[in-house]
């Protein structure tokens, strides 16, 4: 499957920035970038599964199951400025996909770059910076077939700051600023 190069990571930044955007949009790909989640996953998620205390979310029905995931510093802070009335985290995104790929089109990449692509992008970034396996299947939420993982229900420091290299490595190629969904649009800050 195909995967975001630096160079469509940052076009992609930059489709995100202006008044076209929805705000809801914007942010749920962001989140989605930042997470490595499944895009129905992001478009489900409900207030009531964060846990900002420990930085994670708790999804009661996934592909796989129950699902406790860990959520970097920036992807939380996003779901976190999102809280105000409804149920959503990301309300108004029943046509998730449609409003993604308009989205693509407009940054000027190819339509094979789908939801899912920013999935295996955070799985293949995170391996190119050093993460091993088991740590990129738990961030993923991928489930685990050792009789071990079945005792272990917990998060953990290291857990926490991988999801936070990662997400700050993506952040970075896609020119989101520090904080919580806010882009620069990098094109208009390059020197010749």
Not at 159 to 170: K, Q, R, Y
Request: contains cysteine; proline residues 5%.
């Amino acid at each position: 499957p195909p995967r975001l190069t630096g160079a469509a990571s940052s076009l992609l930044g930059t489709a995100l920035v202006g008044p076209m955007v929805k705000p809801e949009l914007r942010d749920a790909i962001i989140f989605l970038a930042l997470s490595g989640w499944r895009s129905g996953e992001v478009v489900n998620l409900r207030h009531d599964a964060l846990d900002p205390a420990r930085r994670c979310a708790v999804l009661a029905s996934t592909k796989t199951g129950r699902s406790t995931r860990q959520l970097a510093r920036r992807a939380m802070e996003i779901a976190a400025a999102r809280l105000y009335e409804g149920e959503l985290v990301f309300p108004g995104l029943g046509g998730f996909p449609k409003a993604f790929g308009r989205l693509v089109s407009r940054a000027g990449l190819p339509a094979d770059i789908t939801p899912h692509v920013l999935r295996h992008s955070f799985a293949s970034e995170a391996a190119d910076i050093g993460l091993s396996e088991s740590t990129i299947g738990a961030l993923l939420g991928h489930s685990t077939r050792s009789v071990t993982a079945g005792y272990i229900h917990r998060l953990d420091a290291a857990l926490a700051a991988s999801a936070d290299v990662v997400a700050d490595h993506i952040a970075g190629l896609m020119g989101i600023a520090a904080g919580a969904s806010e882009v620069v649009d990098l094109a208009s800050r390059r020197v010749a």
